[in-house]
């Protein structure tokens, strides 16, 4: 049993559209990460949210725990090729993962 | 520092081969963990561990062995390989199990199980 899922599983979008990723959960996390992995490396951690309701920006993305703790999303403004890879969120309990979005920017 | 490292890179064997994957870290932290990743599935946690001689099964630990005998050192071992075990495998490390804590991850290694 997946614990978080994501959503869409796949993307294919045109430089300068917008996006949003989902990551849903039945339970409970007292944090959530996103993390974006390129091709032939590991994982690299995007943000952590804490906080019901948080909202965090890191340049064009923006990260949101949903109120309840038990979802967040991704939104990507004006996508680029570089924001091509496989996004990954993360839940606290024994550092679960989600099923992943693959994101391909075309330019 | 050189952060998560992972040998080899590649490796492929034959059914009922054993083997051992190698991870080691320079940032003195407690929490190691080895994953595996398959097409569609994210990570899956095989086992982790809390500090040196202690270790726990994750999601998926049959037909992996593992041990932690100093900080730095956590390999995996494969006792006899099946195809089903073909997979791209990761080896992280983090300041806590706790969670909130970033994990940093190795290169992985691809292996193959013929």
């Known amino acids: 049993t997946q614990l978080l899922e994501q959503s869409p599983q796949f993307l294919s979008i045109q430089e300068g559209e917008n996006l949003t990723v989902y990551c849903n959960s039945s339970s409970v996390f007292s944090s959530l990460q996103w993390y974006r992995q390129e091709p032939g490396e590991g994982p690299v951690l995007l943000v952590t949210v804490v906080t019901g309701g948080e909202v965090k920006k890191l340049k064009r993305l923006t990260f949101q725990f949903g109120d309840a703790r038990k979802d967040s999303s991704l939104h990507i403004t004006a996508a680029q090729p570089g924001d091509t890879g496989l996004y990954l969120c993360?839940?606290?309990?024994?550092?679960?993962f989600g099923t992943g979005t693959r994101l391909k920017v075309l330019a | 520092n050189a952060g998560v490292t992972q040998t080899p890179k590649f490796q492929v064997l034959k059914t009922g081969q054993s083997m051992t994957l190698q991870c080691a870290q320079d940032?003195?932290?407690?929490?190691m963990s080895w994953y595996r990743q398959d097409p569609g599935m994210g990570l899956r946690l095989i086992h982790y561990s809390v500090g040196a001689g202690i270790t726990d099964q994750g999601e998926v630990p049959n037909g992996y062995n593992v041990s932690r005998s100093t900080t730095e050192d956590f390999p995996l071992r494969l006792l006899s390989a099946a195809p089903s075990q073909t997979s791209v495998y990761f080896c992280?490390?983090?300041?806590?199990?706790?969670?909130?804590?970033?994990?940093?991850f190795g290169p992985g290694t691809r292996l193959t199980v013929l």
């Open positions: 993360s839940g606290t309990y024994k550092y679960i």
């Open positions: 940032m003195n932290h407690e929490y």
């Open positions: 992280a490390s983090s300041y806590s199990r706790i969670g909130g804590y970033e994990q940093f």
